[in-house]
């Protein structure tokens, strides 16, 4: 079992940089694939990145590739989003995701969710 809490949202003026950290709970985090999907009001839920339980492997969705990096510490516990030249549709809540397996995160349905955290780009 696993409880994840994110943090580090806020206010950010467009090109600006933000990251995000992600602190999980129990004993075997090393054991789960780590992610993070956003929402914004009205729209669907949507992946932005994962990484594998030992951090060798990662994956993004195309509309912040280059632009935003997922990284984890197993021996901290903890998972960061470290977003780069951000844009005002790069508005919404991130969510600290997790799973013990690919697929399952992959497609959206993770074992696990944080509770969000509220990032907002301004134009």
């Known amino acids: 079992q696993v409880q994840l809490v994110e943090s580090g949202g806020r206010l950010v003026q467009a090109g600006g940089s933000l990251r995000l950290s992600c602190a999980a709970s129990?004993?075997?985090?090393?054991?789960?694939?780590m992610g993070w999907f956003r929402q914004a009001p009205g729209k669907e839920r949507e992946f932005v990145a994962a990484?594998?339980?030992?951090?060798?492997?990662?994956d993004y969705t195309d509309s912040v590739k280059g632009r935003f990096t997922i990284s984890r510490d197993n021996a901290k516990n903890m998972v960061y989003l470290q977003m780069n030249s951000l844009k005002p549709e790069d508005t919404a809540v991130y969510y600290c995701?997790?799973?013990?397996?690919?697929?399952?995160?992959?497609?959206?349905?993770?074992?696990?969710w944080g509770q969000g955290t509220q990032v907002t780009v301004s134009s």
């Open positions: 129990g004993r075997t985090f090393s054991n789960y694939v």
């Open positions: 990484i594998s339980r030992s951090g060798g492997s990662t």
């Open positions: 995701t997790a799973d013990s397996i690919w697929s399952r995160l992959r497609v959206g349905s993770p074992g696990y």
